[in-house]
DNA sequence: GTGCCTCGAGTTCC
DNA sequence: CTCGAGGCAC
């Protein structure tokens, strides 16, 4: 009996499966309280699926002794899928940062110039304390919370409604309300409330949590929202998602008018005109950061007319009309135990910091980044010093800052603890996973291992990439299973195509798969049904996984977009050569192109290996083409336009964003190609080039009479 | 040629 | 999140 968990689950007698049942139940009742109630797992996820799947095949041999309480009927199995997934109607992003005086100063500065202001012009922000905790989404329709979702990446998060409404601080129904309205905040813990729960858990035997931060985010991803319920959650409001109606006409007035609603704001908000009265504010903060019971790590700067908000609108990731006022990093000092040099995916010899574990700043910190060879030699991309020239030895005494409080760096070296036998760290001229020769070009930072395909850990890190989410992104073959697969001698998958043949490549490959630590024959065929859905996949998705130097998601996606279709495509990459030709001035000609991303795409297709490798990809995949996207209704949608002049009521780098917000391309000259000059007064030589060539010009009021349309 | 701005690549810990 | 580098405007 005692080795019953390794019998063959299809030798089972009769008995043995009832025990075996009984075993399994309890082991997977008791992994799922781990898990779910206490964030403290004692098996990995990979021995709670083999568990389950031999609890389901000896239940499938003698469906007379399935349990009651059978853990095959139990729901919420895979912990992944633990909350659903909600899609922010209104995108939540982050902040930009400033570290000190003169950044908040450069804000104020971007904030005018965009806005064509003067360094003198009046200009009121709020300051409020920046809240350590996590931002959640609350959906109230006609007055009732009816949804409460995380930020997760900012464009889908998670659906904690349950435990939303399990704290204090959130109204379940609010009156006065517009129809629609998104409330955005933080939750927090105080400090009191996260001691006594630490006690409270020591006490109960349970864990303890390394920071409110921590308890605050562990509690809200409770799948029992009892126990979040027992958790003492807090809630500050801050700002919307959508409104069916607009708040108010200024940041503070919607603030106000969010507390009217019975929301807490904190009480520290407050409008600011100016840097130095934004500093001054930071600085009052800062002060009572100590008494306020709750951690925060900076103060947020906005701009409080929301007119000006809109006017100013987002960049990539970030809104331009608000900042985050960062408090300086917490620092800690620990021993270097080692340098080791990793190999990225484009050959990248990147040194990481093995350090004896300190805590810094509420984490248990073990590594840190050391970027390049210039770093540790105490050098910075301009061979300006830093750390006062202190190179990094292995075995010195260093101190550690996580960089925007989570990327661990050394800040300092104290060269009087430094050993005596210690010797300036010598970066591998070889790349330390293949051999082959490592390449510092001149004036770049970084030394690449030039083994290309044949480097066992660039050809990993690939695969990692091809199946990273903005590329294949395939359900249950992430980062850690193309890895295994990679090493898995019966089961080579050494480049992406290899993955598309796995199941036809061997009739065995089940039986192999299933040889596999938690892997039975439903994990096989659902992999494979998974494979098998991403076959039809978009170009631009494609053109990002093959993983090309220099083309990340978003150039991948302008060059998608401007071939439409993978013959297009692969027919351009094969015909141009670099520096010359019809098809290569095509590619430059794509806006977001040049020379260095064009040469790194045509020389991969002109490489015999690498273009096998893609050709057996494709030969496996259905690529959808792209279209541009349409927009709509906008009178400027796909038309190539030109500002020249002076511009008056708005400034060119508004004009660029609204006219691309548009389905506009803004282009910086007049060509055959141009489809509209929009000029100000003093337009000179573009106006006249424009009359020329017959290219239809109006003045700024007929650009904002056009889009006012729109 | 210089100086933004944005993107790409690499990074840690939960 | 940060740094470096590419792209592009000035």
């Known amino acids: 009996m005692a080795d019953l968990a390794r019998k063959d689950a299809d030798k089972l007698d009769e008995d043995e499966a009832r025990a075996e049942l009984a075993r399994l139940a309890d082991l997977l009742a008791k992994a799922n309280t781990a898990y779910h109630a206490e964030d403290a797992p004692f098996i990995s996820d990979a021995e709670y699926d083999a568990a389950k799947q031999r609890n389901a095949r000896i239940e499938a041999r003698f469906p007379g002794l399935k349990r009651e309480d059978s853990p095959s009927e139990q729901v919420g199995a895979a912990p992944s899928e633990a909350f659903a997934k909600v899609r922010h109607r209104v995108k939540m992003l982050s902040l930009g940062n400033a570290f000190d005086d003169d950044d908040v100063r450069e804000f104020d500065g971007r904030v005018r110039s965009f806005l064509g202001l003067g360094p003198d012009a009046p200009m009121t922000y709020t300051a409020e304390p920046k809240i350590d905790g996590l931002s959640l989404n609350l959906r109230y329709e006609n007055g009732l919370l009816v949804e409460a979702a995380t930020r997760g990446d900012g464009a889908e998060g998670e659906n904690v409604t349950a435990n939303a409404r399990t704290i204090d601080d959130i109204p379940q129904r609010i009156d006065g309300a517009p129809d629609v309205l998104e409330v955005r905040g933080e939750v927090y813990m105080s400090h009191a409330d996260f001691a006594a729960l630490n ?41 919307w998602g ?41 600085e009052m903060i800062a002060e ?30 970030t809104p331009r009309w608000a900042t985050a006022h960062k408090f300086p990093a917490e620092l800690a000092w620990t ?12 050959g990248a010899l990147s040194p990481v910091a093995r350090l004896t574990p300190v805590t ?17 030699a105490g050098r910075d991309s301009n061979g300006q010093e830093i750390r006062g020239g202190k190179d990094i030895r292995v075995g010195d005494w260093v101190q550690v800052y996580r960089a925007g409080d989570v990327i661990p760096k050394i800040a300092d070296v104290d060269l009087d603890k430094r050993p005596g036998d210690a010797v300036p760290y010598a970066f591998p001229e070889t790349c330390p996973d293949c051999g082959s020769e490592a390449i510092r070009e001149p004036g770049d930072a970084v030394r690449r291992c030039t083994g290309g395909l044949i480097c066992p850990a660039q050809a990993v890190e690939k695969l990692k990439h091809f199946v990273s989410r903005a590329a294949f992104d395939i359900e249950g073959l992430g980062a850690k299973q193309v890895e295994a697969f990679y090493h898995d001698e019966s089961l080579p998958v050494k ?46 998705r494609v053109i990002f996984a093959l993983g090309i130097r220099h083309v990340g998601e978003n150039a991948a996606n302008l060059i998608a977009r401007h071939y439409g279709d993978w013959a297009t495509f692969e ?25 260095v991303m064009a040469t790194s795409l045509v020389t991969t297709f002109h490489q015999e290996r690498e273009r096998a490798s893609i050709d057996r990809l494709v030969a496996e995949l259905d690529i959808q083409p792209v279209e541009a996207p349409s927009t709509e209704g906008s009178p400027v949608a796909g038309k190539i336009v030109v500002f020249t ?7 060119r780098a508004e004009a660029k964003a609204t006219a691309e917000r548009l389905g506009a391309k803004v282009s910086g000259s007049v060509s055959a190609k141009t489809d509209l000059v929009v000029a100000g007064p003093g337009a000179g030589s573009k106006a006249k080039k424009a009359e020329e060539l017959g290219v239809e010009m109006i003045d700024e009021d007929g650009w904002l009479a056009l889009i006012g349309e729109a």
Do not use: C
Not at 244 to 265: K, V
Not at 335 to 346: F, H, K, M, N, S
Not at 645 to 651: Q, R, W
């Open 288 to 317: 009572q950061r100590a008494t306020l019971g709750y951690d925060i790590d900076g103060v947020v700067y906005k701009v409080n007319d929301l007119a000006l908000q809109e006017r100013l609108g987002f960049r990539s990731t």
């Open 495 to 540: 480049e992406p195509a290899d993955i598309f043949t796995l199941q036809a490549r061997d009739a065995e490959t089940i039986a192999k798969l299933k040889n596999r630590d938690g892997w039975g024959e439903k994990s096989a065929a659902n992999l494979f049904a998974a494979i098998d859905e991403r076959r039809r996949i978009e170009l631009n």
């Open 645 to 651: 002049g002076t511009l008056e009521k708005m400034t």
């Open 199 to 239: 006690e409270r858990q020591t006490e109960r035997g349970g864990k303890t949590f390394a920071n409110p931060r921590n308890a605050a985010a562990g509690s809200l991803r409770q799948l029992d929202s009892r126990i979040t319920a027992e958790r003492p959650l807090r809630f500050f409001a801050y700002a």
């Open 360 to 376: 810094v700043g509420g984490v248990v910190v073990s590594n840190a980044t050391l970027h390049n060879e210039d770093y540790i």
């Open 571 to 595: 027919a351009a990459m094969t015909e141009a050569t670099p520096g010359d030709g019809a098809a290569w001035d095509e590619l430059l000609n794509i806006d977001g192109v040049g020379a």
């Open 242 to 282: 959508e409104v069916s109606e607009p708040l108010a006409d200024t940041q503070m007035s919607a603030i106000g008018r969010l507390a009217a609603l019975g929301f807490s704001t904190n009480p520290l908000t407050a409008t600011v005109d100016g840097p130095d009265a934004m500093i001054a504010h930071y």
């Open 335 to 346: 021993w270097l135990d080692a340098i080791d040099i990793q190999v990225g995916r484009t």
